[in-house]
C-alpha cells in the first residue's frame, strides 16, 4: 500500500508562533485529508484537499500531487491548537492510509 | 445530525472474551470503515465496507470480523480477544461516488472506543 510519512513527528511553540508541517506520501492518491486529534482523542476534519491550497480561519493547507506532498500551515498559534496533527491519503478503490502524525504542543 | 456513533466509549475484557463494537451513521453514506489507533502510531484500517452487503479486509484484519448490519450500521466482532487488541478503536463513514475520479468525498470519524484487554 502506500506510504504517508509526516515530519517533523514533535513540535512546541510558543503561543502566537507559525509552524509548517509537511506530509509526504509515495505513490498517486485520490485525494487528502488533515485531521486533528485532540486531547481528548477527537479527530476532527480540518482540510479535504487533492491539490491547491485552502484556508480555514488560522489553518491553510496546500497539497502538491504531482510532487506528492502536503503542507499545513498554523499561524499565530494558540493553545487550544495543541494535540495530534493526521494527513491521510486516499488510494485505490476506497482506502485511507494515515501517517504517524505530528504532535504539537503550544505553550502559553 | 449526530454523525458517527459509537458503543461503547470504554470496555474492558478478558482475553478470551468476545465482544460487539457497535457503529452507526446517520448521513446517509455508503461507506463505512474500522481502524484502530494504538500509541505513537497512525490508525490502521481493519476492515471497510464499500457498500451496503459488502466487507473488505484492510491492513490489520486478523482477530476480528464485521457485519454491514444495513446502510447506516457496521460492526466489529472480537471473538476471542487478546492483550495485543488493547487499542481505540474507530468508526468512520463516507459518501463513496463511484465513477468520478478523484471525486470522493471526506471521511468523518466516530468519537472512538477505548478497549483494554487483560
Redesign the interface.
Known amino acids: 500500500?502506500i506510504q504517508?510519512e509526516q515530519s517533523p513527528p514533535d513540535l512546541i511553540l510558543q503561543e502566537g508562533a507559525n509552524s509548517t508541517l509537511r506530509c509526504n506520501f509515495s505513490d498517486s492518491v485520490?485525494?487528502l485529508?488533515w485531521?486533528h486529534q485532540n486531547p481528548w482523542?477527537?479527530?476532527i476534519?480540518l482540510f479535504?484537499i487533492?491539490s491547491g491550497t485552502k484556508q480555514n480561519g488560522r489553518l491553510s493547507a496546500t497539497t502538491v500531487a504531482t510532487e506528492r506532498y502536503s503542507l499545513l500551515y498554523i499561524s499565530s498559534s494558540q493553545t487550544t491548537d495543541s494535540g495530534v496533527y493526521?494527513c491521510?491519503a486516499?488510494y485505490g478503490?476506497?482506502?485511507?492510509?494515515?501517517?504517524?502524525?505530528n504532535q504539537v504542543v503550544v505553550i502559553p | 445530525n449526530a454523525g458517527v456513533t459509537q458503543t461503547p466509549k470504554f470496555q474492558v475484557l478478558k482475553t478470551g472474551q468476545s465482544m460487539t463494537l457497535q457503529c452507526a451513521q446517520d448521513m446517509n453514506h455508503n461507506?463505512m470503515?474500522w481502524?484502530r489507533q494504538d500509541p505513537?502510531?497512525?490508525?490502521?484500517?481493519i476492515y471497510?465496507s464499500?457498500s451496503e452487503g459488502t466487507t473488505?479486509k484492510?491492513?490489520v484484519p486478523n482477530g476480528y470480523n464485521v457485519s454491514r448490519l444495513n446502510k447506516r450500521e457496521f460492526s466489529l466482532r472480537l471473538e476471542s480477544a487478546a492483550p495485543s487488541q488493547t487499542s481505540?478503536y474507530?468508526c468512520?463513514s463516507r459518501m463513496?461516488v463511484p465513477g468520478q475520479?478523484?471525486s470522493?468525498?471526506?471521511?468523518?470519524?466516530g468519537?472512538?472506543t477505548?478497549l483494554t484487554v487483560l
Open positions: 500500500g504517508v485520490n485525494n485529508q485531521f482523542g477527537q479527530l476534519n479535504y487533492p493526521f491521510a486516499l478503490n476506497n482506502r485511507l492510509a494515515f501517517g504517524k502524525g | 461507506s470503515y481502524y505513537g502510531m497512525g490508525l490502521r484500517l471497510y464499500a473488505d484492510g491492513e481505540v474507530f468512520a463513496r475520479g478523484s470522493y468525498n471526506e471521511q468523518f470519524f468519537p472512538g477505548r
